[in-house]
């Protein structure tokens, strides 16, 4: 199934899951968090991250889309970056490997994500399509789900139709 790169909004994005680039607390944030929360719904959004209480750096978890033209939101934490030699790359892989795999059990066939880290986290914008797409690749070779990884502006957009 495709692979592809759009410029969109990720809460207008119709897929059986979205990613949100969320925090360790899933608590309502900044940047495409507070997009999304605000979308679904932010009130119960907030009451079912606060059910799971918790998600490490590199993991991910799941609840309802609520209102989003979705039937999952799958959070995704990703790193701070903090100069590139503190694992960042490994646990950026890891969030876009966790989601996909969650995306599996959910018995999703299309997921959308965001270019996780490269907003407020600060993880360079090339870099982290770079392993976007390498990690989202990777996992089309031996499995079917249409990926869509949305990004928000312009220049991400060109940087990604460069890769």
Same mark, same amino acid.
């Given at each position: @199934?495709?692979?592809? @790169?759009?410029?969109?909004?990720?809460?207008?994005?119709? !897929?059986?899951?979205?990613?949100?680039?969320?925090?360790?607390? #899933?608590?309502?944030?900044?940047?495409?968090?507070?997009?999304?929360?605000?979308?679904?719904?932010?009130?119960?959004?907030?009451? !079912?991250?606060?059910?799971?209480?918790?998600?490490?750096?590199?993991?991910?978890?799941?609840?309802?889309?609520?209102?989003?033209?979705?039937?999952?939101?799958?959070?995704?934490?990703?790193?701070?970056?903090?100069?590139?030699?503190?694992? &960042?790359?490994?646990?950026? !892989?890891?969030?876009?490997?966790?989601? #996909?795999?969650?995306?599996?059990?959910?018995?999703?066939?299309?997921?959308?994500?965001?270019?996780?880290?490269?907003?407020?986290?600060?993880?360079?914008?090339?870099?982290?399509? &770079?392993?976007?797409?390498? &990690?989202?690749?990777?996992?089309? &070779?031996?499995?079917? @789900?249409?990926?869509?990884?949305? #990004?928000?502006?312009?220049?991400?957009?060109?940087?990604?139709?460069?890769?």
């Amino acid at each position: @199934m495709p692979f592809r @790169m759009e410029r969109n909004d990720i809460t207008r994005v119709k !897929a059986d899951a979205i990613v949100n680039a969320a925090n360790e607390q #899933l608590r309502h944030g900044g940047g495409v968090c507070g997009a999304i929360f605000k979308a679904a719904g932010a009130r119960r959004l907030q009451a !079912a991250c606060n059910k799971i209480g918790y998600c490490p750096t590199g993991q991910s978890v799941a609840t309802p889309a609520f209102d989003l033209p979705a039937r999952h939101i799958i959070h995704a934490v990703g790193p701070i970056w903090r100069g590139g030699d503190q694992g &960042e790359e490994a646990l950026l !892989a890891s969030c876009y490997r966790t989601s #996909l795999e969650l995306a599996i059990q959910l018995k999703c066939q299309s997921i959308a994500f965001p270019l996780i880290s490269a907003g407020i986290y600060g993880y360079p914008r090339r870099q982290a399509l &770079e392993v976007a797409r390498r &990690e989202i690749l990777a996992f089309l &070779e031996n499995n079917e @789900m249409d990926v869509t990884l949305v #990004l928000f502006d312009a220049s991400t957009t060109q940087a990604g139709n460069m890769l």
